[in-house]
C-alpha cells in the first residue's frame, strides 16, 4: 500500500494564479482531511470529508475549495492564490471518524 | 482561539535523558489524545495515544501521563536518542459537532545530543 499520497511535493505561483493539489489514499478510508502546516503555529483543518460527496469546512476554509468524488481521491483548489497561502499542506486519512489519522508527505506551495 | 496549549517550543536533552513535553486542553469534551512524531520534510505520524478514562499508557520508550482533572496530559520518552530528534506534536479530538476535528498543539522541536 502506498497509504496517502500527495502531488506536487513543490510548487510556487503568482499572486491570483490557481492550482489543485492532490491527494489520493488506497486504505479505502471514508474521512479525509487538508491541513495547512505554518512554522511554530501546528496543523490547522482546512476541509474535510467524511466519504465521496460529502465534504465540510474546517477551522480555515476562506480562499479554499475541495470535492471529493471518490473514495481515494481528495483535492484541494486554490483560487486566487495570496502570499498568505504560503504554507506547507498536508492531506491525511483515517478509517475512523477523527482518530488515527495517516498524512501524506505534504506539498510545499510558495506564493509570490 | 488555541484550545490545546503545548510547551516547551524546543528541548534540548542529552542521549539517554528523559524527554518531556507537556500539553494543557481547555475544552472538556475532547475525548482521545494522540501524540504525532513529525521528521524534517516528512507529514505528522501518529506515535502514541490515549484516552480520558486511563491515566497513563506505555509503548516502549514512550510514555503518556494523563491528569484528567487538571486537564493535561504529557509525554515522557525515555532513554532519548538521537534518532528521536523530531518535532511532535500533541492534539485533541473533539466530541459532538467538533468529532471530525483534531487540535493540534503548536508543537515542540526536541534535539537529542550525543
Known amino acids: 500500500n502506498a497509504g496517502v499520497t500527495q502531488t506536487p511535493k513543490f510548487r510556487i505561483l503568482k499572486i491570483g494564479q490557481s492550482m489543485t493539489l492532490q491527494c489520493a489514499q488506497d486504505m479505502n478510508h471514508n474521512y479525509m482531511y487538508w491541513y495547512r502546516q505554518d512554522p511554530g503555529m501546528g496543523l490547522k483543518l482546512i476541509y474535510y470529508?467524511?466519504?465521496?460527496?460529502?465534504?465540510d469546512k474546517g477551522e480555515v476554509p476562506n480562499g479554499y475549495n475541495v470535492s471529493r468524488s471518490t473514495t481515494e481521491d481528495f483535492p484541494l483548489r486554490l483560487e486566487l492564490a495570496a502570499p498568505s497561502q504560503t504554507s506547507v499542506y498536508f492531506c491525511?486519512?483515517?478509517?475512523?471518524?477523527?482518530?488515527?489519522?495517516?498524512f501524506g508527505p505534504g506539498t510545499r506551495l510558495t506564493v509570490l | 482561539q488555541q484550545q490545546v496549549k503545548q510547551s516547551p517550543q524546543s528541548l534540548i536533552v542529552q542521549k539517554g535523558g528523559i524527554s518531556i513535553i507537556n500539553c494543557a486542553y481547555e475544552?472538556?469534551?475532547?475525548?482521545?489524545f494522540p501524540w504525532y512524531q513529525q521528521f524534517p520534510g516528512k507529514g505528522p505520524a501518529l506515535l502514541i495515544a490515549?484516552?480520558?478514562?486511563?491515566s497513563e499508557k506505555k509503548e516502549g520508550r514512550f510514555t503518556i501521563s494523563f491528569n484528567k482533572s487538571a486537564k493535561q496530559f504529557s509525554l515522557h520518552i525515555m532513554d532519548s536518542q538521537p534518532g528521536d530528534s523530531a518535532t511532535y506534536f500533541c492534539a485533541a479530538r473533539g466530541t459532538g459537532a467538533g468529532s471530525y476535528q483534531l487540535t493540534f498543539g503548536k508543537g515542540t522541536k526536541l534535539s537529542v545530543i550525543p
Open positions: 491525511a486519512s483515517s478509517y475512523d471518524q477523527g482518530y488515527e489519522q495517516f
Open positions: 470529508s467524511v466519504g465521496a460527496g460529502i465534504t
Open positions: 475544552n472538556t469534551a475532547f475525548d482521545y
Open positions: 490515549i484516552r480520558p478514562d486511563v
